[in-house]
């Protein structure tokens, strides 16, 4: 593993529904919504993931940021509560 450069872009990961279950799709993205208001996703984020970001030691690396080219415009990237960010933690 490469120790000294962290490479940083938007790679969004989403949760598919089939199309017959459109209640199900806003009752998951209403759930998830509420999590990132009150703090329960970082939490579960972090409990699972922490120790993995810790031990890589992201802020004491040299730092690249990279655009991702041809996202589609669904992807809300001006909203950074639902973007990871290793420098701000």
Avoid: C
Avoid at 30 to 43: A, P, R, V
Wanted: charged share 30%.
């Amino acid at each position: 593993m490469e120790e000294n450069i962290l490479l940083i872009y938007p790679y969004p990961v989403f949760f598919y529904v089939h199309k017959d279950y459109l209640r199900l799709a806003e009752r998951m993205e209403k759930g998830l919504n509420l999590m990132i208001q009150e703090g329960s996703f970082d939490t579960l984020f972090f409990k699972y993931n922490g120790e993995v970001i810790e031990k890589a030691k992201l802020r004491s690396r040299k730092i690249f940021r990279i655009e991702t080219p041809g996202l589609p415009s669904y992807v809300l990237l001006h909203k950074k509560e639902l973007w990871y960010d290793p420098l701000a933690h």
